[in-house]
């Protein structure tokens, strides 16, 4: 029994359950006043309260999640576009990669939190500075993961591809990229969800809109279920990501799908 | 038709580890015919794979050089198209999309390519199979391939690096058949790398055998099999005598290489 898979219609089911649970004693817990909702409100108030925050005029909710997007989208894209070609390099070339390694080693443990204070003096908080910080705590990331990547993708097809006349340009569009593409995007899936992290925080510091600037502020008028509405939109939001990225994989990766075991 | 097609001159290789230097291939001479069927054999180490690559311009001799139509092969070499142990193919490329790789590259247009590929995926019996991928076929069928990418992409010579040693015996013996009659057909040229003896029987028109690193030609066997596949053959007195002979040559190389004194 013990580490066998359960079916999918199995799992799904017991997690249901499982969540169904967990949700009814934390109803019971602050309905019956063991827990004062004053700290914690009942799942059915924090309903009431995101349906408040979307139906209301200004639908400050969705707003807010389509400005925390763009600017997570945004900053993941500007990092992509720098760190997968870089990554690439690296990943190719030793002498590239033997005197970038030592830089990223720096940048990459640095959480992007600590990023706020020089994005601040150097871009105040507009969008910019939000866009900053997303690309500073997901650039190296990408770095890595595309260079790791790149590298583990079999040297005997290269050799293949040089045997059928490929040039080097070639053996990277038509080799390295797509060898390289399963881990890639295993890789830049994680750091999506990093990228989250970065722009909540920035948010919670130095910014008067997105989902980070809501908890914030309602935790200045002690609005707790404001709060749990804006923690529970960013989780939907990530899985919501999560599921569109793995239809991008099943699409860019259809091979993987057939052929799975080997 | 006599010229050669692939001339070694007098090659040397030396690999330069920390040790020191190891010589894997030594003052090596031998002329390959166009059309020609040629294998090497040897034991582990006598440095046949060394030779290949530098036929295929994966490695460049230390000394001498080696002749492609007369001109030396200094860098990788789409003539001499190489089918490896392991496939090498590419797993997120169909059947017909491994096979028009070469073409591809070279800038063949999109229709003659897939003419082109569809004949020598029928030649190598994989119709049926174009939109396959790698992973989903058997190791036979993956060899087919392999064979298949090389041949669309038109080579001088093929260069065969022990390519069914990780095939079952009975996979193998087909395959063994089915590039006989691949080869005939098309005329090619093939140096083929074994270290089976019957294999390299089944398939040659002549055998060389290597002694131990350093490596050099120790013998040259001109084989006048029926060249069917058919494994009747290997139940010819003449075949047996040939199999006898080379393998007492191998065999001895093999004990000098584990240094054991022959009697």
Do not use: L
């Given at each position: 029994m013990e580490g066998k898979e359960l079916g999918l219609w199995r799992s799904s089911v017991i997690g249901a359950i499982g969540l169904l649970v967990f949700l009814s004693l934390w109803e019971v817990l602050v309905r019956t006043n063991v827990i004062d909702p004053f700290f914690l409100p009942a799942p059915t108030q924090v309903i009431d309260k995101a349906i408040q925050m979307t139906t209301a005029k200004d639908a400050v909710l969705l707003t807010d999640i389509k400005i925390s997007a763009t600017r997570v989208l945004t900053g993941f894209l500007l990092s992509v576009f720098v760190g997968v070609p870089a990554g690439l390099i690296m990943g190719m070339n030793p002498v590239i990669r033997a005197a970038i390694n030592p830089i990223i080693s720096i940048i990459r443990p640095l959480p992007a939190l600590s990023w706020i204070p020089l994005s601040m003096l150097w871009l105040g908080i507009d969008e910019q500075q939000k866009y900053a910080i997303v690309f500073m705590g997901s650039f190296a990331s990408i770095l890595v993961y595309t260079t790791d990547a790149t590298m583990r993708v079999d040297p005997i097809l290269r050799r293949a591809a040089m045997n059928l006349g490929a040039s080097p340009l070639q053996i990277l569009r038509y080799v390295i990229l797509p060898g390289a593409l399963p881990d890639l995007l295993t890789g830049l899936k994680v750091v999506l969800a990093i990228a989250w992290t970065c722009v909540i925080s920035a948010e919670m510091v130095?910014?008067?809109?997105g989902l980070g600037f809501r908890i914030w502020t309602a935790k200045e008028w002690s609005d707790t279920g404001q709060v749990l509405v804006g923690m529970i939109s960013i989780s939907v939001t990530v899985l919501v990501l999560d599921i569109l990225f793995r239809g991008l994989e099943r699409v860019l990766l259809p091979y993987q799908r057939k052929t799975s075991g080997t | 038709m006599s010229e050669a097609l692939i001339k070694f001159d007098n090659i040397t290789k030396r690999f330069s580890l920390r040790k020191g230097d190891i010589v894997?291939?030594?003052d090596f001479s031998l002329e390959i015919k166009k059309g020609e069927i040629l294998t090497i054999v040897g034991a582990s180490g006598c440095g046949k794979t060394t030779l290949l690559n530098m036929v295929a311009g994966f490695l460049t001799p230390s000394s001498g050089n080696i002749l492609l139509d007369g001109q030396p092969i200094t860098k990788v070499e789409p003539r001499c198209g190489m089918i490896f142990q392991n496939y090498a193919l590419f797993p997120w490329l169909s059947v017909r999309k491994n096979v028009e790789f070469g073409p591809k590259i070279n800038g063949v247009s999109k229709k003659v390519r897939r003419e082109e590929s569809a004949k020598y995926i029928e030649m190598v019996g994989l119709k049926g199979f174009e939109d396959a991928y790698p992973g989903e076929l058997s190791g036979g069928m993956r060899q087919r391939t392999a064979l298949c990418r090389v041949l669309a992409n038109k080579p001088d010579i093929l260069l065969c690096d022990e390519p069914f040693a990780a095939l079952d015996a009975m996979t193998r013996q087909i395959m063994q058949q089915e590039l006989l009659r691949i080869v005939n057909e098309s005329g090619q040229t093939v140096l083929f790398i074994t270290h089976s003896i019957d294999e390299a029987l089944i398939l040659s028109d002549k055998i060389v055998v290597m002694s131990v690193?350093?490596?050099?030609?120790?013998h040259i066997y001109d084989i006048e099999l029926p060249h069917s596949g058919k494994v009747e053959v290997q139940l010819t007195d003449e075949y047996l005598k040939l199999k006898r002979q080379i393998w007492a040559m191998v065999e001895e190389e093999v004990k000098i290489s584990m240094n054991i004194v022959s009697s």
């Open positions: 130095g910014a008067n809109s | 894997a291939v030594k690193r350093p490596g050099t030609v120790k």
